[in-house]
C-alpha cells in the first residue's frame, strides 16, 4: 500500500512539475482578443461580396497579430497596439490610413488606450501627422505623467518618442476625398451617413496574467469642424478598462457617447449593480442609447474573458479570437 | 357659519391666484449654487488673513452674480457661466486670468460645461486667446453638434461666435510668472506643490425650473507639457450633470480624476446604488482617490438642490448660496 501511495505521488509530483513551465498551472494562461471597425447602418446590398472578404480579411489579420503577442505571454497593452496598429495601417477603416477629413481637408486622428490592471491611460487626439496614433496613445500612457495630450504638443512628443511621422498626403485615399468632395459641395456635415459612422477601431484583450486593456483609435467624424474631438479619445467614453470588471471599446455617433460616458457606464453597471458586462453592454447601447437615436457600438471583454458585441444599427464590423482559439469576424 | 366658510374661502382663493404669478406654487422656486476655487495642501499659516479675505470676497462676488441669474429666473447654464466668468477674470485663481504657465512658458486653458436637463454638453481644451473659457463651452454645447473642440479649431470658433479673445499677454500675472521661472530653474514638473493644484474653478447650480447644470475651468497643471490635457475639459471626469441625480465640479491632480471618471462615478453610486450624492462624493474623494494618493475635491448639488462638498486636501476655496438664500464662503 505505501508503495502505491509513493508512486502517485511521484506520478503527481512529476505532471506538476512538467506543467509548471508550459503554465499549465497558471490561473490564466487562455488569453482572448476583440476588435471592431465601426458600426453603422449599412444593407448586405451596399457592400459587395469582394468588399466584405477584404474587410474580414484585414480584421482576421489584426486579431492574429495582438494574438500573437498573447501567445508569447505578450501584455495586453501589446496585445491592443498591436492590432490597432494593422488597422491604423489599412486604408479600409477610419482610422490612420484612410481617415476621413475634416470640414477643412485636413485629417486630424484621435486614439487611447488603458491598462485594466493598473489603471493607467493615455490619450492623443487632433494629431495631424502621426502615422499611428495609437502608439501614441501608448507612449503617453508609459512614458510621462500625463493622460491626454493634444495637437502640437501629442506631435512633438510622439517626435521626440521617435515614433514614424507622416505628411498628411501619407493619410490619403481616394474613397475618402471623393466622400470629402461631395460633402463639400453639400455643404453640412452629415451626420448619419453610412460612411460617416463606419470606420472607428478599437481592440479589447485579456493576458496570460489574466490583465485586460482596451483602446480605440479614429479619424472622427466626415467633415467635422477644424479640432472637433469625439468620444475615441476621451477615457470613460471610448475607452475603458479595470481588470476587476472589464474592457470596453465604443464605436458611433461620439457626442451621445462622451454624454452618456458610454465605456465607464458599462463597467459601472457591473460593478454597482452587479450586472453581467454583456447585459450592461446591451442595456446601454440597445436601450438607452437607442431611445436618445444615438447610433453605434461596443465590444467588451469581461473579467473571466468573456467577449461581447452590442450595436444598435444594422451592421459592425468585428471579429474575436476566444479562449478557445475560435476566430470569428463579421459584418451583420 | 356660512358666511365664515364663504369668507374663508374667497382668502384662500385670493392668495392662491396672487400666488401663481409669483410662484409661490411652483415646485422649484428654490435656487442655489455652490463653486470651488481648486483644493490642495496648504496651511493657514502659508496664506495670510489679507489673502483670504481677498479670495473669499472674489467667491461671494461670483455666487452672487450666478444666484441673481437664478432669482432673476436665468436657466442654470446661465448661473454657471456668469459665476465662472467672474473667477476667471480674476487673477486669483488658475482659470482664465490668472492661469499658470506650461513649460513653454504659455497659457493653454481647458473648461466644460453640461445641462443635467439635456444632458447636453460643451467643452475646450488647449485655447489660448479665448478670455473666458467657460463661454466657449456654452457656445460649443449650444450653437454646435460637437461636445468637444481643441485648440486653433476651438479658437476659430470662439471668435466666429464674437466673444473676446485677448492676446497670451492679458493673462500674464506676476505670481504665476515667478512661479513659473521658479520652476523652470528646477527644470521639472512638481505635482504636489500647492501653487499648482490650487486654483481650478468650478460651479454648479440648481435653477427654479429644478434644472441642474455643471461647469469647469482651469489653466491646468503649473509647468505642464505643452498639449497636456486634465479632467476639467472631459466630461465624466471633470465635469457631470443629470436632473435625475445631481451636478458635480471636480478640482484637484487630473489625470486621476480622468482615469477614475471621478464626476460620472459619484453620479453612477447615486444611480445604480441609490446613495445619497454626499456619501458618494466622500466616498470617491476620501476612500478611492484617497488610496490612490490622488488629491482633489469636488463640489455638487443633488436633484433636491443639498450641497456637497468633499476634499482630501488640507484646503478647498468654496463656497454656496443655499435653498435659504444663506451664504457662506471657506477655504479651510
Known amino acids: ?38 458600426a453603422g447602418n449599412i444593407s448586405k446590398e451596399e457592400i459587395t461580396e469582394a468588399e466584405q472578404k477584404a474587410y474580414c480579411e484585414k480584421m482576421e489579420e489584426a486579431l492574429k497579430a495582438g494574438h500573437q503577442v498573447l501567445t508569447k505571454g505578450g501584455s495586453s497593452v501589446e496585445a491592443v497596439e498591436t492590432a490597432i496598429r494593422v488597422l491604423e ?96 459641395e453639400k455643404g453640412e456635415i452629415i451626420t448619419d451617413d453610412k460612411q460617416v459612422v463606419f470606420g472607428t477601431v478599437g481592440v479589447v484583450a485579456m493576458d496570460m496574467e489574466g490583465n485586460l486593456a482596451a483602446g480605440t483609435s479614429t479619424g ?19 475607452t475603458y478598462a ?25 463597467i459601472a453597471l457591473k460593478a454597482y449593480k452587479g450586472w453581467p458586462v454583456q447585459k450592461a453592454a446591451r442595456y446601454v447601447i440597445n436601450d438607452k442609447l437607442k431611445k436618445l437615436n444615438a447610433e453605434g457600438g461596443v465590444i467588451c471583454i469581461d473579467n473571466k474573458g468573456r467577449i461581447t458585441a452590442a450595436f444598435n444599427t444594422s451592421a459592425m464590423f468585428r471579429g474575436y479570437i476566444n479562449k478557445k482559439g475560435e476566430m470569428k469576424t463579421e459584418i451583420f
Request: aromatic share 10%.
Open 1 to 38: 500500500m505505501k508503495k502505491v501511495f509513493k508512486w502517485a505521488a511521484n506520478v503527481v509530483m512529476t505532471v506538476f512539475l512538467m506543467g509548471c513551465p508550459l503554465g499549465v498551472w497558471s490561473q490564466h494562461k487562455e488569453v482572448c482578443i476583440a476588435l471592431h471597425g465601426g
Open 242 to 266: 479595470d481588470n476587476r470588471y472589464g474592457a470596453v471599446s465604443c464605436t458611433g455617433h461620439g457626442e451621445f457617447f462622451i454624454r452618456n460616458v458610454v465605456a465607464y457606464d458599462i
Open 220 to 238: 472622427g467624424m466626415s467633415y467635422k469642424k477644424h479640432g472637433r474631438v469625439g468620444d475615441s479619445p476621451i477615457i470613460g467614453a471610448g
Open 89 to 184: 495601417d489599412s486604408p479600409l477603416f477610419n482610422a490612420g490610413k484612410g481617415a476621413v477629413y475634416t470640414a477643412d481637408g485636413t485629417i486630424e486622428l484621435d486614439a487611447s488606450v488603458m491598462c485594466g490592471k493598473s489603471l493607467k491611460a493615455g490619450a492623443v487626439a487632433g494629431v495631424t501627422n502621426i502615422r499611428n496614433p495609437i502608439s501614441a496613445a501608448v507612449r503617453v500612457m508609459t512614458q510621462t505623467a500625463h493622460v491626454m495630450l493634444i495637437g502640437k504638443g501629442a506631435e512633438a512628443f510622439a517626435a521626440a518618442q521617435k515614433l514614424d511621422t507622416v505628411s498628411q498626403e501619407y493619410f490619403y485615399t481616394e474613397k475618402r476625398w471623393q466622400q470629402y468632395l461631395n460633402r463639400k
